[in-house]
């Protein structure tokens, strides 16, 4: 069986990015690898390592050139080959399934894991529309999973709790945090990495046009109010950030 995983690449969560117009400049930013999709690819490996019948990991990326140090960073982890479809268009969620696909199928993938929530697009569309297109099952927001012969098992969050399942392979999995704790390259790796096949693809050879175009954006920023409060005393503290919270903030009734 072959997995295939997505990998995005977003800001770090504690950079600093620009504001330039109308949009974000991310020139000169700290990028790193989707944490939702980082759960994937670890997951992936964990698979492998666990006994799982695993023959090939193939990490995904489409996106710009940058988008190649993500992948990078998915091949020094364990990942066994890279494809990078180069492209500066923004891609909407279901428009991007349609490539997870048609990877998919040309690689003869068993297992899809991506990311349960794209931090980029803010959407959970991409499993369910991948899913849709291949007519697998699809199982989100992934806590616990284990490959037990053609089906794949494990726990999953829903509204009440949470709920054990049993599907058939294949199978597209979106993945979220809880389900691992990712592991950092080590240098060997990283060197091993630089050796290990990652092949670019053009945006055309899989007949994709992005559905959804961004015409205008706005920024939104707020000034800091500066305000400490004194926590000497619980009680007093308890009561005037309740107070900021209703009356300048505005945040509470």
């Known amino acids: 069986m072959n997995i295939l995983t997505l990998v995005r690449q977003v800001p770090d969560a504690e950079a600093r990015v620009k504001v330039a117009g109308s949009g974000v400049d991310l020139e000169g930013a700290t990028l790193v690898?989707?944490?939702?999709?980082?759960?994937?690819?670890?997951?992936?490996?964990?698979?492998?390592?666990?006994?799982?019948?695993?023959?090939?990991?193939?990490?995904?990326?489409?996106?710009?050139?940058?988008?190649?140090?993500?992948?990078?960073t998915a091949l020094a982890m364990g990942v066994d080959r890279a494809i990078h479809v180069e492209t500066d268009e923004k891609i909407d969620a279901v428009s991007l399934s349609k490539i997870v696909a048609q990877v998919a199928q040309a690689e003869n993938a068993g297992l899809i894991l991506v990311g349960g929530q794209e931090a980029d697009w803010d959407s959970q569309a991409l499993g369910a529309a991948t899913a849709e297109r291949l007519g697998w099952p699809q199982l989100t927001w992934t806590n616990e999973l284990k490959v037990e012969g053609d089906s794949v098992t494990g726990r999953h969050d829903v509204d009440e709790g949470n709920e054990s399942f049993r599907a058939p392979l294949p199978a597209v999995v979106t993945t979220q945090q809880g389900l691992n704790e990712p592991r950092y390259p080590t240098l060997p790796n990283i060197m091993k990495a630089k050796k290990k096949e990652l092949r670019k693809d053009s945006l055309d050879t899989y007949g994709v046009q992005p559905r959804v175009r961004t015409v205008n954006a706005e920024i939104q920023t707020r000034a800091r109010l500066n305000k400490m409060i004194d926590g000497k005393d619980p009680q007093a503290a308890a009561a005037e950030l309740l107070n900021l919270l209703r009356n300048e903030a505005k945040v509470i009734a």
């Open 33 to 72: 690898v989707d944490g939702m999709d980082e759960y994937g690819v670890e997951e992936a490996l964990r698979l492998r390592e666990g006994g799982a019948p695993v023959d090939t990991i193939i990490a995904l990326a489409v996106g710009p050139q940058r988008n190649e140090d993500a992948l990078r």
